[in-house]
């Protein structure tokens, strides 16, 4: 038998790479943050690790901190992954 609380907060506590929507109205810019994969986009979140602006297609990624948070097992979003391709 599987023991659900044990599954429960396994699934509560994944990690995800994903954007948070940052700068004024209309004129947008993003932070790529590690937070659970539950979790408010403008909520709690354990690391910071570059940003984005779609406006000039420019953004700053830390790679090795990246490399370190997917070897833990944080799943980054699809458009995450399009820019750590790039």
Known sequence: MIDFFKFRCYIL????IKLRRIGKKKQASFRIIVAEGRSKLNGRFVEDLGWVNPHNN?????TERVKYWVSKGAQPTKT????LKK
């Open 80 to 83: 995450v992954s399009d820019y």
């Open 58 to 62: 420019q953004f700053k990624i830390e």
């Open 13 to 16: 506590k994944m990690l995800c």
